[in-house]
């Protein structure tokens, strides 16, 4: 089971929700340290040459995940991952992975950490190589998520909905992905995300959620593995409330 | 009212201004739901209008001679008469309490604000305090005649309950629930079924002028399924050549009657759907938890009948309404969830265009208040964190817009029953929560006794508090 990700049909997770019912304020969890894990599928053949899109985004000058196809003169194709991450200052950290065709017709494992607290470092790895790691300065700032105006979004299938000139949409499906803040080593992302099912317990039918043994359960914003969604939301596994949902411009905070 | 909150309402709700400013204008204690609303509670010969105000009686002299007097009764009419001079009725204190404590608009505003108040404000503002009034907004309880009796419920409401607590006397709690001593000093011991009633007499004259006006016609119980005057009024609206098209009609049910009368009913909703009757139908149902322990909460109900019945009057009513009234109370908590679910599953199943609102199925969960021994506040703390857990998915079930378009729960479906929680943990005397817990053994522990049900087995979940309670000593 996944979810399948329209061009232009984005998905969101409202961190602050209106009816106060999250145990987790989920808004600044990449202000700090974090660890992202995600597995990713884009269609290449569909993409529009040379325009950007993300799989995944935070509020704030497009931080995230996203993804290209170049054509070059020659018509030579380069599809490339790209890694972003804003800081308040206007800078920005970026690492990038040229896929190969083969590598881009499959989901994609990516995982990102950010050791703000110590070593103020971003982490890529795909598809279980090390990409980079970048450090940045120690007097830069991350992107406060809460300044953001509106409040903060995570945001799948574009970078910014709320301002179509900018939103950078991208047809993708997802398989799975969560994010925790906290730093993580990637053995231990990896292995939460092949063991995460040891920790399943039932909630409702066939709703489940994270026991209480799931490690960092604390620190988990969430976990999507997309096996539960209805119409309009994806099941999410912390049960914390933050559920990943069909975005609507007509009613943000639903 | 602070000058600066009160341009923030201004601009937000220019409707409640308009409103409040007009009825001001009058007096500061104006408000239309004296003319326009009333609850009729024919079984016991009271009515009010508003549910704030206790109920009072109506002269069966008054009744006999003019039959609006069920509505517009002697005391009422001098209660408008404070309205209409500039000065605020006291049994209206519920709203003084709001207005002078506090920024928020008060009821007055919103009753008056309602589509069966706000027309007519003109007509009723040149009216002389002596004049009667036909409300728009009625509710009706024919009778007590009841199949259930609800641990919530009471005598007056319930003839199952009348008759145990004639046989058994009040229950052992400090308040002694449900004893009629309460019920005779209030005037309101319910007529017998065998007795003529004089109040339904005066409602069935007053009916044929009654009707043509009205804007929304409720009738409540009892079981509204087992009084004949329901039957009546839906012959009515069937039978009449010049049917008021812009009704609104609600009919209170357990859907616990017996099939013939389910069938009956689901008869009679056809040829008012049909025939295009009414502006509106709309069943409203109780049900508070899933299965078992809902059957014991609702003492009569049989949970697989009852679902039964919902899923009949949806797939044979295309535009029918179903309301579940729910009153969530300490043995709700464990298996709400799945109420929640089901709910869903029914929306999903039966949302369509057709119906008269924008969704098939409603879950309007409200929390109990009374008997205090049975609300979600004796409960120890924890269990809010199972409301909360019930917000949230309620949460995931919820739609993006109130539309036809969309499957799911409302804003106001989520919201309340977050309030629940909220309600639940707020602070509390801990001297009156110890008594209420010295309640909640006394009651269910007699209840047991009497109708030879298990309160251990059926909430396993709350067999330790529920042994605690019964060592607490008053």
Redesign the interface.
């Known amino acids: 089971m996944s979810l399948f990700v329209r061009y232009a049909e984005p998905w969101i997770v409202l961190p602050e ?1 209106r ?3 999250s ?1 987790r304020k989920i808004d600044k969890y990449m202000d700090e340290d974090f660890s992202l894990y995600m597995r990713v599928k884009i269609f290449p053949d569909r993409m529009i040459p040379n325009e950007e899109g993300f799989a995944f985004a935070r509020s704030g000058k497009h931080s995230g995940i996203s993804f290209v196809k170049f054509i070059d003169q020659n018509e030579n194709e380069i599809i490339t991952l790209m890694f972003t991450y804003w800081f308040k200052d206007s800078t920005f950290v970026q690492i990038t992975k040229n896929l190969t065709r083969e590598e881009a017709n499959e989901f994609v494992e990516i995982a990102v950490i950010n050791d703000d607290l110590n070593k103020k470092s971003f982490s890529l790895y795909v598809n279980g190589e090390h990409i980079d790691t970048k450090e940045y300065h120690n007097e830069k700032q991350l992107y406060k998520f809460g300044e953001m105006g509106g409040g903060g979004f995570y945001q799948f299938g574009n970078g910014n909905f709320e301002v179509p000139s900018i939103a950078m949409y991208l047809e993708c499906e997802f398989d799975m992905i969560f994010l925790f803040k906290k730093e993580l080593s990637y053995e231990e992302i990896i292995g939460l995300s092949e063991n995460y099912k040891n920790y399943l317990e039932p ?3 066939e709703l489940v959620v994270l026991n209480k043994d799931f490690p960092h359960r604390k620190d988990l914003a969430f976990f999507l593995d997309f096996k539960n969604k ?4 994806v ?1 999410e596994l912390s ?3 933050n ?1 990943l ?2 975005a ?1 411009l ?2 943000l905070f ?1 | 009212m602070a000058e600066k909150y009160k341009m923030d309402l201004e601009k937000q709700n220019p409707l409640y201004v308009g409103i409040k400013n007009e009825l001001d204008s009058v007096g500061p204690g104006m408000c239309l739901a004296k003319w326009t609303q009333v609850t009729l509670s024919l079984q016991i010969g009271h009515n009010h209008s508003c549910h704030h105000p206790r109920t009072h009686a109506i002269s069966t002299a008054e009744i006999a001679r003019n039959p609006s007097a069920l509505h517009n009764t002697r005391y009422k009419k001098l209660r408008r008469k404070e309205m209409l001079q500039g000065t605020r009725p006291e049994e209206c204190d519920y709203c003084w309490g709001v207005e002078d404590n506090s920024d928020l608009f008060s009821d007055r505003i919103f009753k008056s604000s309602e589509d069966w108040s706000r027309p007519y404000m003109q007509e009723i503002k040149a009216l002389d305090w002596r004049d009667d009034y036909n409300p728009k907004y009625v509710e009706v309880a024919f009778s007590n005649a009841c199949n259930f009796k609800c641990s919530y419920c009471s005598p007056a409401y319930s003839s199952q309950w009348m008759e145990e607590i004639q046989e058994h006397g009040a229950y052992p709690t400090l308040d002694r629930f449900n004893d009629l001593q309460y019920l005779v000093d209030e005037h309101k011991m319910p007529l017998k079924h065998s007795e003529l009633n004089p109040y339904t007499e005066a409602f069935w004259k007053w009916w044929p002028d009654l009707y043509k006006d009205l804007n929304t016609f409720r009738i409540t119980g009892g079981e509204p399924l087992l009084s004949k005057d329901t039957w009546g009024v839906l012959d009515y609206i069937i039978e009449n050549p010049n049917p008021n098209r812009e009704l609104k009609l609600a009919i209170n049910s357990n859907l616990g009657a017996p099939d013939a009368l389910i069938d009956k009913l689901i008869e009679k909703i056809k040829k008012i759907e049909d025939g295009n009757r009414v502006k509106q139908l709309v069943i409203f149902t109780s049900v508070d938890t899933w299965g078992e322990q809902a059957e014991y909460i609702r003492h009569g109900l049989e949970f697989n009948r009852f679902w039964d019945n919902v899923n009949k009057i949806m797939s044979q009513c295309p535009r029918v309404i179903i309301t579940f009234m729910s009153t969530y109370n300490a043995l709700s908590l464990f298996n709400y969830n799945k109420l929640i679910k089901e709910v869903y599953n029914l929306k999903d199943m039966y949302g369509s265009y057709d119906r008269y609102w924008n969704s098939a199925v409603f879950l309007d969960s409200s929390y109990l208040r009374y008997p205090n021994h049975q609300t979600v506040q004796v409960l120890p703390y924890e269990f809010s964190k199972k409301i909360l857990e019930q917000t949230k998915l309620i949460t995931y079930y919820a739609i993006p817009l109130f539309d036809p378009k969309y499957i799911g729960f409302s804003d106001i479906e989520v919201q309340k029953l977050k309030r629940i929680h909220d309600w639940m943990i707020a602070p509390q005397d801990p001297t009156k929560q110890m008594k209420n817990r010295h309640g909640f053994y006394q009651f269910f522990s007699e209840h047991d006794k009497r109708r030879g049900t298990n309160f251990a087995k059926t909430f396993p979940e709350l067999e330790e508090f529920y042994n605690f309670c019964g060592t607490i000593k008053i």
Do not use: A, C, P
């Open positions: 929700s009816y106060d019912i145990d909630f409702l039918e209805n119409r309009y939301k099941w049960h914390n409330g559920y949902s069909k609507n007509e009613n639903f």
